[in-house]
């Protein structure tokens, strides 16, 4: 099960395009329920504006979110991030 919450933080660079403020957003829980991922952190962070339909890639903290996003770096549509998680999750139980 997934829980997705909107972190409210400083606010961020708003998105060039549309001038809307960002939300910084953290998941928790898993998409696959891989046995090998059993006491690792089932967090993840992304930035995302939700008025252009963009958001930063997935990451491990909320600092590497916030810095794509102000850097702009690896912006991907907003429909991407389930499949974008399940591919981030599935390369940490391959580490493992």
Do not use: F, N, Y
């Not at 794509?68 to 493992?96: F, G, H, N, S, Y």
């Amino acid at each position: 099960m997934m829980l997705v919450a909107i972190k409210p933080r400083r606010p961020l660079a708003p998105h060039s395009t549309c001038g809307h403020a960002p939300h910084l957003i953290e998941a928790r829980g898993r998409v696959c329920g891989d046995l090998r991922l059993l006491g690792t952190p089932a967090r993840a962070w992304h930035v995302e504006c939700s008025r252009c339909g963009v958001s930063t890639q997935i990451h491990p903290s909320a600092r590497l979110a916030e810095l794509a996003w102000c850097v702009q770096a690896d912006l991907v549509d907003i429909t991407a991030l389930p499949t974008l998680r399940l591919a981030a999750e599935r390369a940490r139980a391959a580490a493992a």
